[in-house]
């Protein structure tokens, strides 16, 4: 088990950047792969982007590619997503999560963190 926890969330306007930053804790955290999911209000939680235990593999949804990039720093315990050329439609709670396998499926994702807000006006 690995407990997470999110920052880098806020407001910004439309085309502005924020960087995520979720932090693990724990000496397991390299045998893991990480993703990031968001929830709107009203909507269900979606995947926006995975990395396998040691970055050799990235996954993206259709809505994050060329814009979010997903990394991670083994040494800090950390995953980071990288979100350029933002859109009011990217606003939701952001969550990181934890799985023992690769995977852009949400129910294989068994840890999970508290969520960051990022809202986008227009």
């Known amino acids: 088990q690995v407990q997470l926890v999110e920052s880098g969330g806020g407001l910004v306007q439309a085309g502005a950047s924020l960087r995520l930053s979720c932090a693990a804790s724990g000496r397991t955290f390299s045998r893991y792969a990480m993703g990031w999911f968001r929830q709107a209000p009203g909507k269900e939680r979606e995947f926006v982007a995975a990395?396998?235990?040691?970055?050799?593999?990235?996954s993206y949804a259709d809505a994050a590619k060329g814009r979010f990039t997903i990394s991670r720093d083994n040494a800090k315990n950390t995953v980071y997503l990288q979100m350029n050329s933002l859109k009011p439609e990217d606003t939701g709670v952001y969550y990181c999560a934890a799985a023992t396998s690769y995977s852009s499926t949400l129910r294989q994702y068994t840890d999970w963190g508290q969520g960051t807000q990022v809202t986008v006006s227009s």
């Open positions: 990395i396998n235990w040691s970055g050799s593999f990235t």
